[in-house]
């Protein structure tokens, strides 16, 4: 792979052009990932509404009709359903684990399996969240397990 860096001259905007033969999950995650970094999320709490950047959260989770973004600074209100936000994070490190849950991989510190079939993940928070049956799968294909 060659990679090759310009500058752009003065009034271009900056620019970054792919050329390959196919394009993998490899290089589209990269794609996403640099997309992603410029992208903030709106969190609400209490009376303050916060803008959350997506590397910081450690999960989603559906609760009574509601998501919340869960970061090591707090947990917030978003007002995204969880398959838009599936959606809109699908070539990065985020992945669904269960109905109400999607996870960040990144900040998974490791994961076990427990009973049925289900696997339990330790985030880099302390926190602990169950990955159901049905998502197990997926999630080894994300780790390249």
């Avoid at 916060?50 to 090591?72: C, G, H, M, R, W």
């Amino acid at each position: 792979m060659k990679i090759t860096i310009e500058m752009p001259k003065p009034g271009e905007e900056d620019e970054i052009i792919v050329r390959c033969a196919s394009l993998d999950d490899k290089l589209m995650n990269l794609i996403y990932s640099l997309k992603s970094d410029q992208d903030k999320l709106t969190g609400y709490i209490e009376d303050r509404i916060v803008k959350l950047s997506p590397k910081d959260i450690y999960y989603f989770e559906s609760v009574d009709n509601k998501v919340f973004a869960y970061t090591a600074k707090g947990t917030y209100e978003v007002h995204k359903k969880l398959y838009e936000i599936e959606e809109e994070y699908t070539h990065t490190d985020y992945l669904r684990i269960s109905k109400s849950i999607i996870v960040n991989v990144a900040k998974i510190a490791y994961i076990k399996p427990i009973f049925n079939g289900r696997f339990e993940a330790q985030l880099k928070n302390e926190e602990k969240i169950i990955i159901s049956r049905q998502y197990v799968l997926d999630l080894k294909k994300k780790l390249g397990i």
